[in-house]
Every structure is written in structure tokens, then in C-alpha cells.
T-cell receptor, first 109, second 113 residues
């Protein structure tokens, strides 16, 4: 089956720092989504990005489908950015989502 | 617009007991998903409904887990009998159609003792 690998597994930042999270996947996919799981467990969809680049405030994402990777950029990090960031790839006729293991981010003041 | 609703939020049971979780998706969303998230891991899809039909249940332990989505709206996931390894957060999500953005509910944290 499709493998989804995220790096780094853990990241500690000082408030105001920038970071890049990476997601590699092993096969062609229909689409890719980035999620943030806050410390209370709520999963929030950040980007639906099968290819190209999207930006939303301090966050942006780029997916290069032909090279099977996606990047999530966080600029000027804030303590509220803490949590786990997951990428998930969709494949097959009903777009089954396969999640990576996540990147755990802690932003300190 | 109301989000995905789930209940209960927490449940503690003894092994071999049964438990049921309820999910109400966002109004108008045709596709509904149940995921299991074990501590420290990403969510794993258990079952996916398109309206009231099952389109993927390949990772559902069918000897103990069952799910239904009557009338293509809300859904119930049942575990009977529960095992210790079923301790996890059970997440429900919905999307307009299968290929669209998925929206998640707050989850039900299950502890099996």
C-alpha cells in the first residue's frame, strides 16, 4: 500500500521562528491534505492541495505531485501553532485517506 | 454552519463490554468516515460511507466492530466485545463527496480496562 512519511517527527521552536514540514508519499495519489491537531485533539483541515502552492495567512503549502512530496511552511510561529501536523494522501475511486505519523510541534514563548 | 457532532466525548468500559458511538455529519455531506486514532499515531480509516452505502471497510475488524448509517445522515459505530487494544480516539469526519476536504468531529476517547 501507499506509504506516507513525515519529517521531522518532532520540532521545538521559539516564538517568531519559521519552519518547514515535509511529507513524502510512495505512489501517485488523487490529492493531499494537511491537518493540524490541537492539544485538545481537534483535527482542523489546513490545506487541500493536490498540486501547486496555496497560502493562508502565515501558513503556506506546496505539493509537487510528480516528485511525490509536499511541504508545509509556518512563518512567524506562535504558541497557538503547537500541536501535531498531519499530511494525508487520498487514493482510489473513493479517495481513501492515508495519514502520516505526524510532526509534533511545540512553540515556546 | 454546524460542524461534525460526536457523542459521547469520553467512555470508560471493561474489556468484553460493548460500546456505541454516534456521529452527525455536516448537513448535506454525502460521505461519512470513521477513523481510529491510537495514541501517538495518525488516524486510520475504519469505514467510509457514501450516502448510506459502505464503500470501504477493509480495515474494520468485522468480528467485533459494526457501523451503520441509516437514511444517509447520522451514523453509529459499535464495538462488541471490546478488547484492551481498542483503547483509542474514534473520530468521525464528513465531506461533500469522497474527493473533497474532510471535516472532523471532536472525537470520542475510549478507554478499555
Amino acid at each position: 500500500g501507499i506509504q506516507v512519511e513525515q519529517s521531522p517527527p518532532d520540532l521545538i521552536l521559539q516564538e517568531g521562528a519559521n519552519s518547514t514540514l515535509r511529507c513524502n508519499f510512495s505512489d501517485s495519489v488523487n490529492n493531499l491534505q494537511w491537518f493540524h491537531q490541537n492539544p485538545w485533539g481537534q483535527l482542523i483541515n489546513l490545506f487541500y492541495i493536490p498540486s501547486g502552492t496555496k497560502q493562508n495567512g502565515r501558513l503556506s503549502a506546496t505539493t509537487v505531485a510528480t516528485e511525490r512530496y509536499s511541504l508545509l511552511y509556518i512563518s512567524s510561529s506562535q504558541t497557538t501553532d503547537s500541536g501535531v501536523y498531519f499530511c494525508a494522501v487520498g487514493f482510489g475511486g473513493y479517495n481513501k485517506l492515508i495519514f502520516g505519523a505526524g510532526t509534533r510541534l511545540a512553540v515556546h514563548p | 454552519e454546524a460542524g461534525v457532532a460526536q457523542s459521547p466525548r469520553y467512555k470508560i468500559i471493561e474489556k468484553r463490554q460493548s460500546v456505541a458511538f454516534w456521529c452527525n455529519p455536516i448537513s448535506g455531506h454525502a460521505t461519512l468516515y470513521w477513523y481510529q486514532q491510537i495514541l501517538g499515531q495518525g488516524p486510520k480509516l475504519l469505514i467510509q460511507f457514501q450516502n448510506n452505502g459502505v464503500v470501504d471497510d477493509s480495515q474494520l475488524p468485522k468480528d467485533r466492530f459494526s457501523a451503520e448509517r441509516l437514511k444517509g445522515v447520522d451514523s453509529t459505530l459499535k464495538i462488541q466485545p471490546a478488547k484492551l487494544e481498542d483503547s483509542a480516539v474514534y473520530l468521525c469526519a464528513s465531506s461533500l463527496q469522497g474527493a473533497d476536504t474532510q471535516y472532523f468531529g471532536p472525537g470520542t476517547r475510549l478507554t478499555v480496562l
